[in-house]
C-alpha cells in the first residue's frame, strides 16, 4: 500500500510562476524524500528533511515538513521549462529495517 | 562516478522466457536495491540488499522472480517464467547508508513481455 500520495496528480503552470506539491502520509517517519523524474529516466535525488526539521532550502526548492498533520511540501519558485518532469516523495518510517516507501507521483508542465 | 549501470535499457521477450536483468551499484555503496514502476501501481520496492545480503524481499510478488548480489559491484533480477502482466520499468539504485542517505538511481531497464 502506497505511505506518501502525492497531491496534485497533475499540474500546468507558465514559466516564472511558483509550483506547489503536497505530500501526505500515514505513519510515522525517519526522514522525507523528494525525486525528479525526467520522462525516460530514473529518479533524482532533490532534497531530504529529517523527522525533527520543519523546512530546508535547496536552490529554487523549498521544502516543508509538518509532523503534526504527517504532510510535506515542495515548492519549486520561478519554474522553467527545465523543470517539466514528476515529482515524488518517499518516505522512511521509523520501523527499522524498512526501505523508502514512493508516492505516485505529481507530474508537472511547464510551458514557455 | 559513472553512476548506477543497469543493462539492458529495453528488453522485449515473450512469455514464458527467462529475463536476466543487471545493475552496477556505484562503488562504495552498501545497498542495492530494486524497484519497478508502472503506471497503475507507481514505484514498488521488490528487494533490497545490505552488503550484498537480502534484508527484505518482501516486495517479491512471486516465485518466480529472484534477485542476487554475488559481490559488491553486481546484482542481477531473474524472472523465469515471464508473464505479460511483469511488464513494467525496473529501476536499481544504490546509497551509502540505506534509509539514512538518498538513492541514487540507474535509468532503467523496460521490459516488455507479449
Known amino acids: 500500500s502506497q505511505q506518501g500520495e502525492e497531491d496534485p496528480q497533475a499540474l500546468s503552470i507558465q514559466e516564472g510562476e511558483n509550483a506547489t506539491m503536497n505530500c501526505s502520509y500515514k505513519?510515522?517517519?525517519?526522514?522525507l524524500q523528494w525525486y525528479r523524474q525526467n520522462s525516460g529516466r530514473g529518479l533524482v535525488h532533490l532534497i531530504l528533511?529529517?523527522?525533527?526539521?520543519r523546512e530546508k532550502h535547496s536552490g529554487r526548492l523549498r521544502v516543508t515538513l509538518d509532523t503534526s498533520k504527517k504532510s510535506s511540501s515542495l515548492l519549486i519558485t520561478a519554474s522553467r521549462a527545465a523543470d517539466t518532469a514528476s515529482y515524488f516523495c518517499?518516505?522512511?518510517?521509523?520501523?527499522?529495517?524498512?526501505?523508502?516507501?514512493f508516492g505516485k507521483g505529481t507530474t508537472l508542465s511547464v510551458s514557455s | 562516478d559513472a553512476g548506477v549501470i543497469q543493462s539492458p535499457r529495453h528488453e522485449v521477450t515473450e512469455m514464458g522466457q527467462e529475463v536476466t536483468l543487471r545493475c552496477k551499484p556505484i562503488s562504495g555503496h552498501d545497498y542495492l536495491f530494486w524497484y519497478r514502476q508502472t503506471m497503475m501501481r507507481g514505484l514498488e520496492l521488490l528487494i533490497y540488499f545490505n552488503n550484498n545480503v537480502p534484508i527484505d524481499d518482501s516486495g517479491m510478488p512471486e516465485d518466480r522472480f529472484s534477485a542476487k548480489m554475488p559481490n559488491a559491484s553486481f546484482s542481477n533480477l531473474k524472472i523465469q517464467p515471464s508473464e505479460p502482466r511483469d511488464s513494467a520499468v525496473y529501476f536499481c539504485?544504490?546509497?551509502?547508508?540505506?534509509?539514512?542517505?538518498?538513492?541514487?538511481f540507474g535509468n532503467g531497464t523496460r521490459l516488455t513481455v507479449t
Open positions: 528533511i529529517r523527522s525533527n526539521e
Open positions: 518517499a518516505t522512511v518510517l521509523n520501523q527499522a529495517g524498512t526501505a523508502l516507501i
Open positions: 539504485a544504490s546509497s551509502p547508508q540505506g534509509r539514512a542517505s538518498p538513492l541514487h
Open positions: 505513519t510515522s517517519i525517519n526522514n
